[in-house]
């Protein structure tokens, strides 16, 4: 079973920057993927960044230039920087890691979510 602790969200003003990190797990399973969505409310769930075993990422548009990601595959950690941070990201950050077990089933599993709140 994979489990997903993130930390890292806080109150920082525009312009401000913060760094969200998520550390999985367990065992029994091989990670191909770990990203990073976010929630605001009333707004559905949707991806901030994305990165792949072999280094490769993906980033929503609201977010290039501003937001990098990046893991450590010793660790099994994903780490979102945020920078330039702006009223409109103030959302739940959700941990997200795409995976494999022993069996080649796929695992999806989600972290609890960190609150990240800029204040303008």
Same mark, same amino acid.
């Given at each position: 079973?994979?489990? *997903?602790?993130? /930390? #890292?969200?806080? *109150? $920082?003003?525009?312009g #401000? /920057?913060? +760094?969200?990190?998520?550390?999985?797990?367990?065992?029994?399973? =091989?990670?191909? &993927?770990?990203?990073?969505?976010?929630?605001?409310? %009333?707004?559905? +769930?949707?991806? &901030?960044?994305?990165? +792949?075993?072999?280094?490769?990422?993906?980033?929503a548009d609201?977010? !290039? #230039?501003r937001?990098?990601?990046?893991?450590?595959?010793? !660790?099994?950690a994903?780490?979102l920087?945020?920078?330039? *941070? !702006?009223?409109?990201? =103030?959302?739940?950050?959700?941990?997200r *890691?795409?995976g =494999?077990?022993?069996d080649y089933? &796929? $695992?999806?599993?989600? %972290?609890? #979510?960190?609150?990240?709140? $800029?204040s303008?």
């Open positions: 079973q994979v489990q *997903l602790v993130e /930390s #890292g969200g806080g *109150l $920082v003003q525009a #401000g /920057s913060l +760094r969200l990190s998520c550390v999985a797990s367990g065992s029994g399973f =091989t990670i191909n &993927a770990m990203g990073w969505y976010r929630q605001a409310p %009333g707004l559905s +769930r949707e991806m &901030a960044a994305a990165i +792949r075993t072999d280094g490769s990422t993906n980033y609201s977010v !290039k #230039g937001f990098t990601i990046s893991r450590d595959n010793v !660790k099994n994903v780490y920087q945020m920078n330039s *941070l !702006k009223p409109e990201d =103030t959302a739940a950050y959700y941990c *890691l795409w =494999t077990d022993t089933q &796929a $695992v999806n599993t989600w %972290g609890q #979510g960190t609150q990240v709140t $800029v303008s």
